[in-house]
């Protein structure tokens, strides 16, 4: 079938040039696993979410704060196609200077917060959000220091997180904020402001991007494309290169459990 | 299952916790596990993360007595290559003197009888990873392009290499008599001429080899390094006494349908053993013959060289002819084709003939010239016998050798 027909045409966020390699080639797998999908690329979330609630189209590749906002703006639950692995346990990271990590958050008070775009959940949102669950109003209490570069890209990016560590690294922030796989994909690449800096807090858990659709999505095809996204593997070398650019090992059906903080947050906000 | 414990020690995250890691979590079977020690909070902190983040599972975490931490991790169920599990240690190959001998390399893995013509540049010994990209090598046959010692010249060539800048006596060729030297400009010219066709049509062959050969890659890289040097060390004795000389159109001719034939085997017979073996009689010619000591150590090491190149086309064509009898027709074929394509070129161009006259005569005086002549005429008689020679060496019989070399080209390669 010709992808212009596709049954489930699925939109996603363009905030890397690989998104294009990623989806060719899910597009592959998923024409294999006989559900026809096209993909339909976003420069920005917000769009993402006016696609998908105006039916443009039928799934939409969300992070979280996109998926908390457009079920706010629908005004119910919508439906969960499936998250990658890393999404099921994401966390938030504070680092601080070398030998100048704090012991409870309270020690934070007065000190500059470095943090990524405000409109990143794992980098700026909910920071603030557990923060101040565990008694620091940061938005009062520190003098934030944000970094709002690629707005609408919701941090994918990573690079608001990259002048994070470097205003922590280079003494115009004294702690900073930034999503846990960020900081491990800066040690990985040996990024050199990191290796002066360690990590004094961990937020807890919380669920990360899912697909989203709409409740109105046939439930057959529904379950079809879910079953097709949960048969793709690791170990199939057809794939492995684009599950790496993806940064899935293994795909897990979507639930909700882990969205309520960010939802409380984005209401606080 | 046993868990394991590693100690980190003050290694942290991207600065060798990792390889250590890696290298204790390869020998636990998948659901297995792994505890890492460390006195880092902040390694602790952020072992979860990778863990995940390369395929495994922190299980747990906790304080350890003496304010170290202990995180546990479970092994994921990834393989980190898609390829079977390497095989234990084996002896490397055997070493003669100290050195590595390319034959040797064969202790290792056997010269496939046919390659995978998708396959990538998977070294001999190394386990390909599945996913890799499709290659198309079209010369994917051992049967096609090997020599039984193809690795032993390769070695060869290696240890022969040589510089035309320096190993030439450059200032000897200077200030020979004008008519002197315009012969020898016109001969170095159509000589280079004729290794230009030498570098392209191995060049030709190069990229379609299959890598699951080496030795026929280095070979072939050998082969048309050698010509590299000797268009260069041509040219250069061409210009060093300042005489200009012709690219003749006949000799474009001969060697435009040397590069038609895309059959690696017919291009064994047709360059190596029928034109670079009559190249061999020619630089010997030359060597004997040259009025100077550049132009004498010229041909003496392009001579050495085409010896290894037209080892190769005789050791070729003859495993060749050995391995398929059918293949003596087809290679007789080769030269048939070439032969039809060449009923323009009468003959060796005068202006070479009268050039290889004068560098043998020494001067313009009529005996000499004579004796020049007669030198000549001895030349294309050696060629021809050297050549029925080589091909009988080949493998073809007596009719059959002496057929091809009626059929070569006047124009020597």
New interface residues.
């Given amino acids: 079938m010709s992808r212009a027909q596709a049954d489930v045409r699925v939109g996603a966020v363009a905030y890397h040039p690989r998104i294009v390699t990623i989806w060719e080639k899910f597009l592959e797998h998923f024409e294999r696993e006989g559900v026809c999908t096209d993909y339909i690329l976003y420069s920005n979330y917000e769009r993402l979410v006016e696609a998908v609630l105006a039916g443009d189209v039928e799934v939409g590749w969300n992070t979280n704060t996109a998926f908390v906002a457009l079920e706010q703006l629908l005004g119910s639950e919508a439906r969960i196609l499936g998250m990658r692995?890393?999404d099921a346990?994401f966390?938030t990271?504070i680092v601080t200077r070398r030998g100048e990590?704090f012991g409870e958050v309270g020690e934070l008070a007065g000190k500059r917060l470095a943090l990524g775009s405000r409109d990143s959940g794992h980098a700026a949102i909910l920071p603030l959000h557990y923060l101040g669950e565990q008694g620091l109003e940061a938005a009062s209490e520190c003098e934030l220091v944000r970094f709002d570069t690629d707005l609408g890209k919701h941090g994918d990016t990573g690079d608001s997180e990259l002048r994070v560590i470097r205003a922590v690294a280079e003494g115009a922030a004294d702690a900073g904020a930034l999503g846990?796989?960020t900081?491990?994909?800066?040690?990985?690449d040996?990024v050199p402001a990191?290796?002066g800096l360690?990590?004094?807090?961990?937020s807890p858990t919380y669920y990360h991007c899912n697909f989203t659709a709409l409740p109105s999505l046939d439930d057959a095809l529904a379950q079809r494309w879910e079953a097709a996204l949960m048969a793709m593997s690791?170990?199939d070398?057809?794939m492995?290169?684009a599950m790496d650019l993806e940064?899935v090992?293994r795909w897990l059906p979507g639930d909700r459990a882990g969205y309520g903080s960010l939802a409380a947050a984005m209401r606080e906000a | 299952m046993s868990t394991r414990r590693i100690e980190a020690g003050e290694l942290e995250l991207g600065g060798g916790l990792e390889v250590l890691l890696a290298a204790a979590l390869e020998g636990i079977p998948a659901g297995g596990r792994l505890e890492v020690i460390t006195p880092s909070r902040s390694t602790a902190l952020e072992l979860p993360s990778w863990a995940r983040g390369v395929g495994h599972e922190a299980v747990s975490e906790r304080p350890v007595p003496g304010g170290s931490f202990a995180v546990e991790i479970e092994r994921g169920p990834f393989d980190r290559v898609l390829a079977e599990a390497l095989r234990g240690g084996r002896p490397g190959p055997p070493l003669r003197d100290g050195a590595f001998h390319t034959a040797d390399l064969r202790a290792l893995a056997d010269v496939l009888p046919e390659a995978d013509a998708a396959a990538g540049f998977t070294p001999l010994g190394a386990t390909a990873e599945r996913g890799a990209p499709a290659f198309r090598w079209t010369l994917n046959q051992r049967d096609a392009l090997w020599a039984d010692d193809v690795a032993e010249l390769t070695e060869q060539a290696s240890a022969a290499q040589w510089d035309a800048s320096r190993d030439i006596p450059w200032e000897a060729a200077r200030g020979l008599p004008d008519f002197i030297e315009r012969a020898v400009s016109q001969v170095m010219t159509f000589i280079a001429q004729n290794e230009y066709a030498a570098l392209y049509v191995p060049a030709g062959f190069l990229a379609d080899v299959n890598p699951a050969y080496p030795e026929m890659l280095m070979w072939l890289a050998s082969h048309v390094h050698d010509e590299a040097r000797h268009v260069e060390v041509f040219t250069k004795r061409s210009l060093i006494g300042g005489q200009p000389s012709y690219a003749l159109a006949s000799t474009e001719l001969s060697l435009h349908t040397l590069l038609d034939e895309r059959d690696f085997s017919g291009a064994a017979l047709l360059l190596n053993v029928l034109g670079e073996g009559t190249f061999l009689d020619l630089l010997r010619f030359v060597e004997h013959h040259a009025p100077d000591a550049a132009t004498r150590a010229a041909a003496a090491l392009a001579h050495r060289d085409e010896v290894r190149h037209v080892h190769f086309g005789i050791s070729h064509v003859r495993r060749h002819i050995a391995t398929d009898p059918d293949q003596t027709a087809a290679l007789i074929g080769a030269a048939e084709r070439r032969a039809t394509k060449l009923t323009e070129t009468s003959g060796l161009s005068p202006l070479l003939t009268e050039g290889l006259t004068v560098m043998a005569a020494g001067s313009l005086q009529p005996a000499e010239l004579a004796r020049g002549a007669t030198e000549v005429r001895e030349l294309m008689q050696t060629m021809e016998d050297n050549r029925i020679k080589r091909l009988r060496a080949a493998g073809f019989d007596g009719r059959d050798a002496q057929h091809l070399s009626d059929l070569h080209t006047p124009n020597l390669m």
């Fill in positions: 692995d890393i346990q966390a990271l990590a846990e796989p900081l491990a994909a800066f040690r990985g040996r990191v290796s360690e990590v004094a807090w961990r690791y170990d070398d057809r492995r290169q940064g090992k």
